[in-house]
């Protein structure tokens, strides 16, 4: 924004750097939030569904039978003992002891997991409860309809971990009237896969549904074959209070780390406020004028005689980033203290929101092109204007810089107007998917009415 002006174009040709704090500010509203805030903000629940090995640095982390409990059920881990003795093996289906140095525990394998088990060992569990070798078994606590616990193999978390956490975090908002935030870890799993989940908040039935899916590489690629079974994939937690989604992308955690998630009450229901410490004051149109102000100041106390320019082009800056940032989902607190809740964004190209980040650069890029052409002959006396298109076209100086503009700015107009027809069918989507999800719910409700199915 420093190259609206012309006095802060000319010191920054002659040396004085005090121009980029305009700079500086438009970086601002990130740095404040990434630096500071986020380390500062309360998380009242961690989940972390699969912890992971302190020097490794992945999942999962060792766990020994004498740590057992049911606080840590449905949690990923491993156990590293000897298989004891064999109680019971069919088709798809085994169950074991297996014994470390501080106890033993239950083993079950069954339907998906039992076949891979037999792999990863590479002997049947018969032959290693003979020979008395020392082996691994990834999987989670487990307790039985009689309340015993018992060791399930598997290679991921159980869903109904998350599901439950995110369940109780939203009652306790409801009951404390408070905010309650949640910091849900990622899956790291050894050569640099994770294993995606997704947490889906039915509204209208009171339910928390998170789906466990396969492992996927940095790049969101899903692995093939490394779905989990049925029987531990979904897991489904009931709320006491009623609550809704606001931010209308689906939550998926994958090969990003995981996000924080508060929930507040709103009236007589709990919100969703995806990553609670971003886009508040620091991302606001107040917090604009009041940066513009503190560099004015300053700038006017040290004697820098175009202090003025530079306290606009400063809220300006900063202006733009907030203003930027509103043209995705997330929306900000734009005018605080008069509004304390996010405005929702424009959600323009919600396909592809890179495209809309590289139109802004582009524009932005463009604007500062534009501004150097037309001040060159004030910053640099006796050098005319790199592109004067009123020598070459019937127009005036005036129009013609404003031509040029357009022509200049012409990518990233094309690419809004592009994403603006992207919201368009993106919302058109949405409606039709809970039409299709009201119907099923009206059909499943009219079976169960005369008896199911």
């Known amino acids: 924004m420093a190259m609206f002006f012309p006095p802060l174009l000319s010191d920054l040709v002659k040396g004085v750097m005090w121009p980029v704090l305009a700079g ?22 961690l989940v972390d569904p699969a912890p992971r090995d302190p020097l490794r640095k992945l999942s999962p982390r060792r ?23 064999m109680l019971e ?29 037999r792999r990863m060992l590479g002997s049947s569990i018969q032959e290693l409860a003979a020979s008395g070798k020392t082996v691994r078994i990834p999987g989670y606590l487990e307790v039985d309809e009689n309340g015993a616990i018992y060791w399930n193999v598997a290679d991921a978390p159980h869903s109904q971990y998350v599901a439950e956490a995110v369940a109780r975090a939203i009652d306790e908002a409801y009951e404390t009237g408070r905010m309650v935030t949640v910091k849900i870890h990622n899956i790291r799993m050894p050569g640099d896969f994770y294993r995606r989940f997704l947490i889906q908040y ?6 928390i549904i998170v789906h466990m899916g396969p492992l996927v590489s940095t790049g969101g690629l ?66 604009s004028v009041v940066i513009g102000g503190i560099i004015g100041l300053a700038t006017l106390a040290l004697g ?18 907030v203003l930027e940032d509103q043209l995705g989902f997330m929306g900000s607190v734009l005018f605080p203290p008069l509004t304390k809740r996010r405005i929702p964004g424009l959600m323009l190209g919600p396909s592809r929101q890179g495209l809309i980040n590289f139109a802004t650069n582009w524009l932005m890029l463009a604007l500062a092109a534009w501004n150097v052409n037309r001040f060159m002959p004030e910053i640099s006396p006796g050098m005319p204007k790199p592109i004067e298109l009123s020598n070459t076209l019937p127009v005036t100086p005036a129009a013609g810089d404003a031509l040029l503009l357009l022509l200049l700015a012409l990518p990233a107009i094309a690419i809004y107007a ?8 993106f919302l058109i989507k949405q409606k039709e998917r809970l039409e299709e999800e009201k119907a099923k719910e009206a059909v499943e409700e009219a079976y169960e009415e005369v008896g199911g199915y």
């Open 24 to 45: 500086v500010s438009a970086y601002l509203p990130d740095f404040l939030d990434f630096k500071f805030k986020k380390f500062l903000w309360r998380v009242d629940y």
């Open 418 to 425: 592009w994403g603006v027809l992207d919201r368009r069918r």
């Open 63 to 85: 766990i020994r039978v004498s740590e057992l409990s049911q606080g840590l059920r449905w949690r990923l881990y491993y156990l590293e003992g000897r298989v004891e003795d």
């Open 304 to 321: 820098y005689a175009n202090w003025f320019y530079l306290a606009v082009a400063s809220m300006l800056g900063h202006a733009m980033h």
């Open 222 to 287: 899903p692995l093939e074959g490394t779905e989990p079974p049925e029987y531990r994939r979904i897991g489904v937690a009931e709320t006491k209070h009623a609550f809704r989604k606001v931010y209308v992308r689906p939550t998926v955690i994958d090969a990003f780390s995981g996000p924080e998630i508060g929930y507040e009450k709103v009236g007589d229901v709990v919100e969703e406020v995806f990553i609670p410490w971003h886009r508040g004051f620091s991302h606001s149109l107040t917090a």
């Open 202 to 207: 039915d509204s209208k039935n009171r339910r």
């Open 89 to 117: 093996e069919r088709e798809g289906y085994a169950r074991f002891k297996l014994a470390d140095d501080t106890g033993s525990v239950i083993v079950v394998a069954r339907d998906g997991d039992y076949e891979k088990l």
